[in-house]
């Protein structure tokens, strides 16, 4: 299972949540949904946001009936998930989707993050960190999205926007996605959404990456001392042989002729080495 994969899956594990923060998420999930006669559709590959989406209704409005139908192509399941009988209840409750509802998601960070939670378990997703950092939201419409972003931003998350075309040919035609690329900003969100483990994850990748980064850099740094040591020794031994040749080493004074030889016998021996022997 991939890691945004996993993620999500834990997003959905709702049995835990207190009804409040239940509702809230629900309404996330519904926020971010295509819409059927005025109606949230909950599209999915996955069965378990479709559970997930069940056991919320059913907590927060006990008597909704669910209808759940499945479509199987290429080999991969397609969920298509709505409340069948009961729905008056949820739209009163709710209101519309075109924009974000504060009565039913207020101030709080419990309130705001379960909400955020749907949203993401519904439509977002995140890159593995070994890989690198990218984190999206995809909203079926630009008014939701903006209204979304708006949100985001004001609860100190600094997200970017950006338009990406469904079709090459029109240019005019796309979904305006929101999107993260600093590994600090995905931590808080994560974090604030309750996938604090996964949060924790991208953390100890990005430390193991930083000192596998540092090792390279010193493995680096030495080896290019150490050629350049062997390039000068090189240097140094040539010179001598010159020396040798034209002038023969009897020229040299009985230091200097030691030294020759030395270095000579030790081409690539650093000099603090050689001043020793």
């Known amino acids: 299972m991939s890691f945004s994969a996993d993620l999500k899956k834990s997003l959905c594990d709702v049995k835990e949540l207190p009804p409040d923060e239940m509702a809230a998420m ?3 999930v519904f926020f971010s949904s295509r819409s059927e006669d005025g109606r949230p559709l909950v599209q999915t590959e996955k069965m ?35 409340i ?17 509802n504060y009565s039913v998601v207020s101030g709080n960070d419990s309130h705001s993050g379960a909400f955020l939670r749907g949203v993401f378990a519904t439509c977002g997703s995140v890159t593995d960190p070994n890989k690198e950092y990218h984190l999206e939201i995809v909203l079926p419409d630009t008014g939701r999205a903006e209204s979304l972003h708006s949100f985001i931003t004001e609860h100190g998350m600094p997200v970017k926007t950006t338009v990406r075309n469904r079709r090459r040919s029109d240019m005019h035609s796309g979904s305006l996605v929101l999107y993260a690329n600093e590994s600090e900003l995905i931590e808080d969100f994560l974090t604030y959404i309750g996938a604090v483990n996964h949060s924790l994850e991208i953390m100890q990748v990005k430390i193991m990456k930083d000192f596998r980064n540092r090792v390279n850099r010193s493995v680096n740094c030495e080896s290019a001392n150490l050629d350049k040591t062997v390039a000068a020794a090189g240097k140094s031994v040539e010179d001598i042989e010159l020396i040798y040749r034209i002038k023969g080493a009897e020229w040299l004074s009985e230091e200097l002729r030691e030294t020759a030889e ?16």
């Open 84 to 100: 069948k009988d009961g729905y008056e209840r949820v739209a009163a409750h709710f209101g519309g989707y075109d924009s974000i």
């Open 262 to 277: 030395l270095r000579v016998e030790y081409p690539e021996m650093p000099l603090s080495e050689l001043c020793q022997q």
């Open 26 to 28: 629900l309404y996330g």
């Open 48 to 82: 378990y946001l479709v559970n997930a989406v069940r056991t919320l209704s059913e907590a927060v409005f006990p008597g909704v009936r669910h209808e759940t139908v499945r479509l199987v192509k290429s080999g991969s399941s397609l969920y298509t998930s709505r």
